[in-house]
């Protein structure tokens, strides 16, 4: 099973919704881009919606998010902002720039935005216009390439779009580029994290070369738990660092760079200029720092929860895990299925037993294999390793 095309497209939230952008990102067919609605991105069905809606127990993240439930993390006593300056904005920048040990942080209200900015600051510092990043980096697949479109930037691939990037691939190029971009972990194949010692090489390589170093953090918190390092001993290799909130911290919406303080400032004038810099960046902004606060400290717990798990599905005939043992608590499955059986036992098991799992999931490029995309969080931890186990025993034989 190890020889299906990466899954990807769009990010997964908290309640491991597939928000998937639409085609056009690099121009070429992806393998998400490929697939029915039945087995890539889209709305639930209302069949699909009163199925879930039914359930009491959920497979994914932290389950599925409501208005009520988002709302929640927004404290009424919130101090609000003034496009972006002041209150709980300037409350979660000042965290946030103290957790990953930055002199600096910027909140924003989209990561598309966020990195798109920092690049463009990276590139003018230097007089260069080339990033380079894995050939499965988000900007290029998923973004309409907008650090073309709007920035004039280049994107030069490096290593094998099937396996994660290594400090041996960046010696193929040749080319001084203005920033070397890294995601950790690498989502699209399965939340795969390099060994330590190789994301130092790579990061001395950037340095080398006069390169920035920027680090595609939408899941540094999972990073750096499967590292068990903090995310500030991640975040010491990067020149700046993006995080998001709304995948495995769970909030509304939102993101931060880090930084040096003079670099920052910048993003924050190319906050202003793509329109993002909006009157009240507070609910947003609130929802990200509760969220912060509540599920930061369980990022190791949801990461041995996942190890867990791995091993579960390991003498689950059918099942197959990539990478093995999981890196992180973002976990892809790939299940020996047909589609249409999968997806009809995903309803019944809502149906008969109340517990929701997925709706969605990418195709490989074996009909009969299918990738389901995991990530660990409130509502997986609910369930024990081997309650999971019978979840996945039954979405492949309907018993279990």
């Known amino acids: 099973m190890s020889d299906t095309l990466v899954p990807g497209g769009g ?3 908290a309640d491991g919704t597939l928000d998937v952008e639409p085609a056009g990102g690099s121009g070429a067919t992806t393998p998400d881009q490929a697939t029915s609605t039945r087995s890539g991105a889209g709305p639930l069905t209302t069949e699909e919606e009163a199925l879930r809606d039914a359930c009491t127990r959920f497979l994914v993240g932290h389950g599925p998010g409501t208005a009520a439930s988002f709302l929640a993390t927004i404290d009424p ?21 103290t957790i ?4 600096a942080a910027l909140f924003l209200p989209s990561g598309v935005m966020a990195q798109q900015a920092t690049l463009r600051v990276h590139a003018d510092r230097r007089a260069r216009r080339t990033f380079v990043a894995h050939p499965a ?12 479109r709007l920035h004039g930037l280049s994107f030069q691939p490096a290593g094998d779009l099937r396996r994660g990037l290594t400090a041996a691939d960046l010696d193929a190029v040749a080319e001084a580029p203005a920033a070397l971009l890294i995601e950790l972990p690498q989502r699209d194949i399965g939340g795969w994290l390099p060994r330590w010692e190789d994301l130092e090489a790579q990061t001395a390589w950037a340095r080398d070369r006069g390169a920035a170093t920027h680090l595609d953090g939408a899941r540094l918190w999972e990073a750096a738990a499967g590292y068990g390092r903090t995310p500030a001993e991640v975040a010491a290799l990067f020149d700046t660092v993006y995080v998001s909130f709304y995948k495995g911290i769970g909030a509304i919406s939102g993101c931060c760079v880090a930084g040096p303080a003079d670099v920052v400032g910048e993003v924050s004038d190319w906050r202003k200029r793509h329109g993002g810099t909006v009157f009240g960046l507070w609910p947003y902004a609130a929802s990200c720092l509760a969220c912060l606060r509540e599920r930061l400290p369980r990022m190791a717990d949801y990461h041995r929860h996942a190890v867990a798990i791995g091993e579960v599905l390991r003498e689950l005939p059918g099942a197959e895990l990539v990478p093995d043992p999981p890196h992180t ?3 892809h499955i790939h299940l020996r299925r047909d589609a249409e059986e999968l997806g009809a036992a995903a309803r019944r098991l809502a149906r008969d037993r109340q517990i929701w799992t997925v709706a969605r999931w990418s195709a490989s ?36």
Not at 79 to 87: F, H, P, S, T, V
Not at 138 to 148: S, V
């Open 137 to 148: 980096c988000h900007l290029d697949r998923w973004e309409g390439r907008g650090y073309e």
């Open 365 to 400: 490029d074996t009909p009969s294999v299918q990738i389901i995309e995991l990530p660990v969080g409130d509502a997986t931890l609910a369930l024990s390793a081997e309650e999971v186990g019978d979840v996945f025993r039954y979405l492949l034989t309907d018993e279990g």
């Open 11 to 13: 990010d997964s939230s």
């Open 77 to 97: 006593a919130t101090e609000i902002d003034r496009y972006g300056a002041g209150g709980v904005v300037a409350q979660l920048e000042a965290e946030v720039a």
């Open 100 to 103: 990953l040990g930055k002199p």
């Open 329 to 331: 608590s973002h976990l």
